[in-house]
């Protein structure tokens, strides 16, 4: 593992220890060069997946990127990184199990919007603008409609979003 702070080639292990829900592993690593000491994580991959994109165009998928967008959306709730993280690791297990190697941008997006709206109503609404590209107050008042009706227990529906 090169060293993100020098870039030498070789990085000692001092310590590994499974993360708390166990889909990875957490190891802290020091460089003989610089000194310098930063923590990699290892997971499982079970298949490559690709994602398409509404506009056709195909991109690696990106763990990351779904942990980066829900943190954004969770910035300032109370909502720690851990549950994140477990949230993010069900979701991409969901699309694991799928056996797809290509998976829709919008059944990424849907299952984003599920979980954050599990984890915390505001960023699920702070996503939500962004996910259904808000334009006009008016957009976020039908929204808020529909999820006024989804918290008073109107919709078990799994389209309704």
Known sequence: MRCPFCSHEETQVKDSRPTE????????????????????????????????????RKQSFDRDKIFK??????????????????????????????????????LIGDMVMKALARLDTIAYIRFASVYKDFRKPEDFNEFLDEVRHELEGGSDDEGAA
Do not use: W, Y
């Open 69 to 106: 967008s829900m943190h954004t959306a969770l910035r300032k709730r109370n909502v720690n990184d851990d549950q994140i993280e477990r949230a993010v690791t069900a979701i991409v297990r969901q699309l694991e199990s799928l056996g797809e190697s290509e998976i829709q941008s919008t």
């Open 21 to 56: 829900d166990g889909a990875a592993i957490r190891r802290r690593r020091v460089c003989p060069g610089c000194g310098g000491r930063f923590t990699t994580f290892e997971r499982i991959q079970l298949r490559e997946m690709t994602v398409l994109k509404h506009d056709g």
